[in-house]
């Protein structure tokens, strides 16, 4: 099958013919009909990720499609069902999973262990499954934990950015801040997560939702989703119009959706009394976040999110409910539908700021 491997730091993925493995007895084989391009596949493209670097790679999880076959202890799913792909895999049987926390699932169920052949190769040596899932391939060998079923009237290249930054977003506000009716919101960043968590919060019922980043379109993008103000941080003070647009309060819930410590600075900087920070992007391990003392409100929090603080089989077929219904829009979050050899203008799409998501889709 084709695939786009990526192979080392700052050079373009080249589209190989890589061998994927049949099914293992829990294991599903997925035909990939679309995949969106996240910003995490960026970072280690971009060189700034913290994966051990040495195998090729496929990338890409953010991925739907069709059952092709199913290991013989699958019983979840058959072949013609359609999946989301969810690197939130869950074991179901550890602390977090029990505790009602499987985004924080320990279990590690999600890649073959190392002592089994690898599911991914190209000319017999083993090529790295990223994230358990790489989408950015004609099929997806994953286990049957990492995915859920969908109804088949969804079209499914809206229904892969469920996967991954609609999840993340949407769960961000709805799951681990809770955001409430009537509270006051600023997000910080407006890319696919930031869109979402201001979809979040909009079907939240927040009445003011700040969005800020440095690129005009994406702030349209922004206040078509439901942002009711926009702040461009290229020319204004963010921290300043936040409070200027809150007549001085601060937001009760401001949110980073990048991965940038300046950013998680101006976000925890721009909050009210008894507000919550909450951190959705990934920073390097070695960021440090340094602000005055003073620049802390009284009782305020600062907490992170992980993939939206998940229990993605309850959350994807919901929040494609709310699709349906028209509440959570993911026609306007897919700027580009492209094939996968244009896998590097998308990248450099994602960073010029032109677009909420490319999706690659497949034949
Ligand atoms: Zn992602
Ligand atoms: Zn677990």
């Given at each position: 099958m084709q695939a786009a491997v990526f192979r080392k730091p700052h050079e373009p993925l080249t589209i190989e013919a890589i061998d994927i493995d049949a099914p293992g007895r829990r294991e599903v084989l997925v035909r990939t009909a679309a995949s969106g391009v996240c910003h995490s596949d960026l970072h280690l493209v971009d060189g700034n990720g913290r994966f051990p670097l040495g195998d090729p790679y496929v990338l890409g999880h953010?991925?739907?499609?069709?059952?092709?076959?199913?290991?013989?202890?699958?019983?979840?799913?058959?072949?013609?069902?359609?999946?989301?792909?969810?690197?939130?895999?869950?074991?179901?049987?550890?602390?977090?999973?029990?505790?009602?926390?499987?985004?924080?699932?320990?279990?590690?169920?999600?890649?073959r262990p190392s002592s089994a052949s690898p599911r991914l190769t190209l000319n017999g040596s083993s090529v790295v499954q990223g994230f358990?899932?790489?989408?950015?391939?004609?099929?997806?060998?994953?286990?049957?934990?990492?995915?859920?079923?969908?109804?088949?009237?969804?079209?499914?290249?809206?229904?892969?950015?469920?996967?991954?930054?609609?999840?993340?977003g949407v769960g961000a506000a709805l799951r681990t801040a809770a955001v409430r009716a009537g509270q006051t919101v600023?997000?910080?960043?407006?890319?696919?997560?930031?869109?979402?968590?201001?979809?979040?919060a909009r079907i939240a019922g927040a009445r003011q939702i700040i969005g800020v980043d440095q690129f005009d379109s994406k702030l349209d993008m922004a206040r078509g989703l439901g942002a009711t103000h926009a702040v461009n941080s290229a020319q204004d003070d963010p921290v300043q119009a936040v409070r200027s647009l809150?007549?001085?309060?601060?937001?009760?819930?401001?949110?980073?959706?990048?991965?940038?410590?300046?950013?998680?600075?101006?976000?925890?900087?721009?909050?009210?009394?008894?507000?919550t920070a909450t951190i959705v992007g990934v920073l390097p391990p070695d960021a440090h976040i340094e602000f005055p003392w003073m620049a802390i409100r009284p009782e305020c929090r600062?907490?992170?999110?992980?993939?939206?603080?998940?229990?993605?089989?309850?959350?994807?077929?919901?929040?494609?409910?709310?699709?349906?219904?028209?509440?959570?829009?993911?026609?306007?979050?897919?700027?580009?539908?492209?094939?996968?050899?244009?896998?590097?203008?998308?990248?450099?799409?994602?960073?010029?700021?032109?677009?909420?998501?490319?999706?690659?889709?497949?034949?």
């Open positions: 953010e991925g739907a499609g069709v059952v092709e076959a199913v290991g013989q202890d699958v019983t979840y799913v058959k072949p013609g069902d359609h999946i989301v792909a969810c690197l939130s895999g869950f074991c179901g049987a550890c602390q977090q999973c029990l505790a009602g926390h499987p985004n924080l699932c320990t279990g590690g169920i999600v890649l358990g899932i790489a989408s950015y391939a004609e099929k997806m060998l994953l286990h049957e934990n990492s995915l859920v079923r969908i109804d088949d009237d969804i079209p499914l290249d809206r229904a892969a950015l469920v996967g991954c930054g609609v999840l993340t600023a997000v910080f960043g407006c890319g696919g997560v930031g869109l979402s968590i201001i979809q979040g809150t007549r001085g309060a601060g937001v009760d819930h401001a949110f980073e959706a990048v991965g940038v410590a300046t950013l998680v600075r101006q976000a925890i900087e721009s909050l009210a009394i008894r507000g600062v907490q992170t999110s992980r993939m939206g603080s998940n229990q993605f089989r309850v959350d994807i077929p919901n929040y494609l409910e709310l699709y349906r219904q028209g509440r959570l829009q993911l026609d306007e979050m897919v700027t580009r539908r492209r094939p996968l050899p244009e896998i590097n203008d998308a990248f450099r799409a994602m960073k010029a700021g032109e677009v909420a998501r490319t999706v690659l889709v497949f034949e």
